[in-house]
């Protein structure tokens, strides 16, 4: 019986749909044929310390090609810079990457006005703790510890492969740094397309005075109605939340921030997260290239909690228990983190996964007051949503494109959450095919992935300490 082709890919091809699909297909599977009694196991490339060897496959044996394609370069866009620290000379002290979000003096009087008129609208929908904390941003941030994180990124599942396992910025991150609500019903793009909102902006002269924040303000600051409210809100969205890299307000969120000053309660965590995944994704397949947009402010505070090395040294150890972590970390005084090539060795030589007790720990803001980890009494219904969901494996819907999704795979950083880290399962059935691809919508209406329910967490359960712990296989 004559051999079945190998699966070939060239880079330098645009792949098709019909040849995505069949691997997707494949790989579900080969995967799915494999004894259940068999576990699964990390397999290594190359051998030696050039690469983490932290691609999962089934115990037995994949075919060849399978095996190649998992150690495909496309998979790990800049893996070569784990050897050798890539060229950052671009990434300068001056250098605001991502289009860093700095707030004028004008800007923050429009903020203070609007805080005042619409407070009791913000608090509504909880995102007043996340305006609040935007417009008390730094105004820069040293840009060597996101370039050495940047080396460390896996495009095929949105982790940060280091020595000791994976880890990612997941929705509880977001929580807390950010407060942005992640327990509602997530936001997708155009959900309130023709929904009739009793309050609508006034789009008389929008168009002229769009073509830049400052204009945008100018004109706005004099409406003190809902059209200076929306008005605001979208200006919000554009420049803090989703980092547009057109510095203007733009059209796709004009629904979205209606829906907000109409009281509609939205999950902005995961929106937000697939945009700073889509960002990474962008920043590692055009390494050094400083003009990629996105919330990077986010991985920024990100990266100081776990890694105390790019911490200010005039932080306070533990954060206030009534505030974002976000809050904790804003200096606006000049800070200069370790120079890249040490920042990139410290991520590279570190064998112990830091502490996630900052995170974990916390009880603010709502729904966390009775903590992230189920305890079986005094949790609300909003505490278990939010835990469900920043542990439940889903592709990401982007709000700006109506099919486009990024992965969120928490059984590859379990350890982040307090829970004993299993030998992750590839996700094949993701939307970007487990790889770094992410040209094609998925097949039919919705990735399979996307279509998996929330983990039912029962009533009794009840956690115990936060672990560190690993299954045995996985540090094999």
């Known amino acids: 019986m004559a051999s079945k082709k190998p699966f070939v890919i060239d880079q330098a091809d645009e792949i098709t749909e019909k040849a995505a699909f069949a691997w997707r297909t ?11 009694e068999e576990r699964s196991r990390l397999m290594g490339f190359g051998g030696g310390d050039s690469q983490a060897s932290l691609g999962p496959t089934p115990r037995d044996r994949l075919p060849d090609d399978a095996m190649a394609y998992y150690g495909l370069p496309i998979r790990r866009p800049i893996a070569a810079l784990r050897q050798v620290p890539g060229d950052f000379s671009s990434w300068g002290p001056r250098r605001k ?8 003096p004008e800007e923050n009087i429009w903020y203070q006005e609007n805080r005042a008129r619409d407070l009791a609208r913000w608090d509504a929908v909880g995102i007043t703790q996340t305006i609040d904390l935007c417009f008390c941003l730094p105004n820069n941030t040293s840009p060597a510890p996101l370039a050495a994180a940047l080396c460390f990124w896996n495009t095929s ?28 019903d997530p936001y997708v793009h155009g959900q309130f397309d023709g929904t009739q909102f009793s309050l609508r902006m006034d789009m008389a002269g929008r168009g002229h005075n769009s073509r830049s924040y400052p204009s945008w303000r100018e004109y706005y600051c004099t409406r003190r109605d809902h059209t200076g409210g929306i008005a605001f809100l979208e200006f919000w969205l554009c420049k803090f939340i989703f980092c547009t890299s057109s510095n203007k307000p733009t059209g796709p969120w004009n629904s979205l921030d209606t829906a907000l000053y109409n009281g509609i309660c939205i999950g902005l965590g995961q929106p937000v997260l697939g945009a700073l995944y889509r ?3 962008r920043a590692v397949m055009r390494p050094f290239d400083t003009e990629i947009s996105g919330p990077f402010w986010i991985l920024a505070f990100w990266l100081q909690i776990y890694f105390p090395l790019f911490r200010r040294g005039d932080i306070p150890k533990e954060p206030p228990v009534d505030s974002l972590l976000g809050n904790w970390l804003c200096r606006n005084v000049r800070y200069r983190a370790p120079p890249y090539s040490e920042c990139f060795i410290y991520l590279y030589l570190l064998g112990e996964m830091p502490d996630p007790k900052i995170v974990l720990s916390r009880r ?9 980890l ?11 949503l939010a835990f469900c969901r920043a542990i439940s494996c889903l592709d990401i819907r982007l709000a700006t494109e109506r099919v486009s999704y990024e992965l969120y795979a928490p059984n590859h950083f379990a350890r982040q959450f307090g829970l004993a880290q299993l030998v992750p399962w590839p996700l094949v059935d993701s939307a970007n095919y487990y790889t770094s691809w992410r040209r094609l919508a998925p097949p039919g209406s919705a990735p399979f992935q996307s279509q998996f329910t929330l983990i039912v967490i029962p009533p009794w359960v009840r956690a115990l300490y936060p672990l560190n712990d690993v299954d045995d296989d996985y540090a094999d």
């Open 157 to 184: 599942s949105n982790t940060f492969d280091f020595r000791f396992g994976q880890m990612s910025i997941t929705l509880l991150d977001v929580l807390t740094i950010t407060g942005l609500p992640i327990d509602f």
């Open 279 to 281: 960002s990474l994704y």
């Open 374 to 384: 189920p305890s079986g009494r005094d949790h609300s219904e909003r505490a278990f």
């Open 26 to 36: 494949n790989m579900s599977v080969r995967c799915r044929s494999q004894n259940g």
């Open 97 to 104: 990457v991502g289009y860093w979000p700095t707030v004028a």
């Open 364 to 372: 603010f803001p709502p729904p966390l007051d009775d903590g992230f």
